[in-house]
């Protein structure tokens, strides 16, 4: 079975230095991984997804994420955070193009500082 | 702009009134989602839809039922809100043998 696991439940940072989500995940198959952002109230945006291309992957609003099938990770980055960035994150993983099933992490908390 | 479209966004029952919430989508997918979420915790999966076909979850109550009249259609019934269903529920999308799931704004229901 797959699960995944968000090392950090809450990263502070500061507007303007990177942000670092880190990601690590287990599969007994060759995973699709996902980022989603929600902010508040909202419903769950997609960031970026690997699907067994690039292992650097970019997503919107400038993150991106590197998939390192050795150390089973994947790990979320940007360079430069900015306020509206203050939201929770959501590392997610299935089995692949066959499996319906979403294997939610328990989210990180981001909180930004003026 | 196709998307995934949730009626109404705050919907407040009482305890033991049958409550349905909407989902509708644009994107003409094959699959919809139910999902509970509570607070500072991650979405939970309730049932989906492929086509026509329902999948229960197996720890899903029996309190909770599922409709999907058509294609873009999609509704939770809670015949029985109970205090503990206090929640917000995301509807989702995909297409077959796509996995990437699209998700509505959500409706945050409140049981007094």
């Known amino acids: 079975a797959q699960s995944v696991t968000q090392l950090d439940s809450h990263v502070s940072v500061s507007e303007g230095t990177p942000v670092l989500l880190r990601c690590n995940y287990s599969s007994s198959y060759s995973p699709s991984l996902f980022w989603y952002v929600q902010h508040p109230n909202k419903g769950l945006q997609l960031l970026l997804k690997?699907?067994?291309?690039?292992?650097l992957v970019k997503g919107i609003n400038g993150f991106e994420a590197e998939f390192k099938k050795s150390e089973t990770s994947f790990h979320l980055t940007k360079p430069s955070a900015h306020m509206s960035d203050a939201a929770e994150y959501f590392c997610v993983v299935t089995l692949g193009s066959n499996d319906y099933k979403l294997s939610f992490g328990a989210g990180t908390t981001v909180t930004v500082r003026a | 702009d196709a998307m995934v479209i949730q009626n109404p966004r705050y919907q407040v029952t009482q305890f033991g009134k049958p409550v349905t919430l909407s989902c509708s989508q644009t994107?003409?997918?094959?699959?919809m989602y139910w999902y509970q979420q509570k607070s500072s915790q991650a979405p939970k999966l309730l049932f989906h839809?492929?086509?026509?076909?329902?999948?229960n979850e197996a720890d899903t109550p029996d309190n909770f039922q599922s409709r999907r009249p058509n294609t873009s259609f999609c509704f939770l019934d809670i015949r029985s809100p109970g205090l503990g269903d206090a929640a917000m529920y995301l509807c989702a999308t995909s297409r077959a043998a796509y996995n990437e799931q699209f998700f509505g704004p959500g409706t945050r229901l409140t049981v007094l």
């Open positions: 994107l003409n997918h094959n699959v």
């Open positions: 839809y492929y086509d026509k076909d329902f999948n």
């Open positions: 690997y699907t067994s291309a690039a292992t």
